[in-house]
């Protein structure tokens, strides 16, 4: 699901840190990986945010597209399954 942006100061934004976990992995493995931006928001950086249009222009683009052929295991609290990592 999409996340609710924030807003300061006319910048709408997210947080990777605040995005289901499922995207966050998506979003740092994208090649086109979207910049960066630190915010003083309520005197306090809010750091590794993206402004909301390039989120969302990413979430349609990439993530739907990418988490319908994701495997179950993968898709995360999202669909009720858990990632499970085993040491071979």
Known sequence: MI????FYRGIEFVCVADLPEEQQILLQSSP???ER?????E???KRNCIQYST?????E???KTSAASMPVALRGKENGAR?????T
């Open 3 to 6: 996340v609710k942006s924030n």
């Open 32 to 34: 086109n990986y979207p």
């Open 37 to 41: 931006i630190n915010i003083l928001f």
């Open 43 to 45: 005197g306090e950086i």
């Open 55 to 59: 989120y969302s222009e990413w979430y």
């Open 61 to 63: 683009s990439v993530f």
């Open 83 to 87: 990632l499970v990592l085993e040491k």
